[in-house]
């Protein structure tokens, strides 16, 4: 089965729209977007890369007396802790204040907890600001790639939403390459600036959300249909309140808004609803198969790993852990850029087969080295670290941002969302928990684990994810929907004007 295309759903010719470098006002979004809103995976992926370095740093180590087992898994986990307490919080903030405020408090509370870990006295007060981290980078995480999916241009859309979770790479990148200046540096600043480095990224959006626009779909939700069809006529049009584009994006957020509300029916009724469950399934499947794919053990347990294999210099396993970061962002970028050229389902199928693979590869390999000591087997460990990285940032990188934010309609969209999120930090708990004790009791025996499961990944997959590719927001939610959720065709303004002032009286 081909690609959807965009243009069989949309009435406009995109290839005909100019490229964004090209639209002053849409190089404006953009440039307000990156440091706003794309930056907020930035400081996830430090913090995990930063989990990583510390336990290849000698003064932290010593400082926190050699963390391991359940320690050094609750260590791993913290972070995770706190971004499922902000799961209960975050969607009834991002409903009642918008998609900006909770970027903002997030960001003030990641600042706090940065400085509360590098004057922490003891490792139980380093775990706990790192939950309270946790908490902030949760309710950043809340706001922001919904906000990129709302504001980005329909050519862009796709490309905005996918690249958005490729830029965690960035901050793993900064993160491993700072511990690797600082590790052999002889003072607590060895760890205590890898740390404190964490607030820069948060920093910068404190300064820039409030400079970007408010997602239109909110505020029309809101009752504030004006100010969102002037963001719309601004930044997808170029100022030209009569464009047809502007008037189709009007009638479609509109006419979903208020069939939304039509349909909203009780707790107990909706989970009785046939498509609001299969969201929320795969919500959950989304989150839960993006971090208990094996991923977890590079990215917060790579020392442990690389030294099981035979590699045990700092030096050495700092410099990995930096290549492994730079690998893995080159080919999600490069697979963000192509997404709108791929379809959903099959890329979830072979980025998570191509994972299962190697992943059984890495389990022979690492049960060789462990059983014979055959330094070729440690070797193969190495590169088949990066192959997985390598499928798992094909599809799960981009595809778990945004696969659950296109399947969710706008009702249900932050809730959605909150579940994803509230899915990955437990399921990210419990691995970066589990992990360090399975390493160290069952060794090579622990991977067999990993290959059932995965192999459960790609049954699921298989069975259960629609396609979503080539259609709007609103085109999508009937394909769980039905007939129920069509959008009428345009016709009469006076739909448009009547649609709107029902849902501002609402």
Known sequence: MPPVKAEDHIPFDLDQVQPWYKSKNRLMLYCALLPAAFITPGAIGFDNSLTNALQTIPRFQENFGHPSGSSLGFFGASQSLGGAISSFLGPLVADKFGRRFPVSAGSLIIIGATFGQVWAVN???F?????????????????????????????ERVEGTSLYNTLIYMGMIIGAWTAFGTVSMDSDWSWKLPCLLQ?????????FIWLCPESPRWLIATGRSEEAEAILVKYHADGDRNSELVKWEMREMVQAIEIERANQLPMMDLLKDRGFLHRAFLAICCGTFSQTSGNGLISTYLQPILVSAGIEDTTTITLINGCISIWSWVIGMVCAIATSRLQRRMTFLIGTTGMLVVFVAWTVAQARYEITGVKSAGYAVIALIFLYNAFYSFAWLFLVVAYPLEIANYKFRARLWALTLLSVSLSAFFNAYINPIGLENAQWRYYIYYDIWITIEVLIIYFFFPETSGRTLEEIAEVFDGEKAKITEPGDEKVLEDSIGHVETT
């Open 199 to 207: 607030m820069v990224c948060s920093s910068y959006q404190i300064f």
């Open 127 to 155: 775990c706990a600001f790192k939950v309270i981290l946790g908490i902030g980078v949760g309710l950043a995480q809340l706001g922001a790639p919904v906000l990129v999916t709302e504001l980005c241009h329909p050519k």
């Open 123 to 125: 490792f139980g007060m």
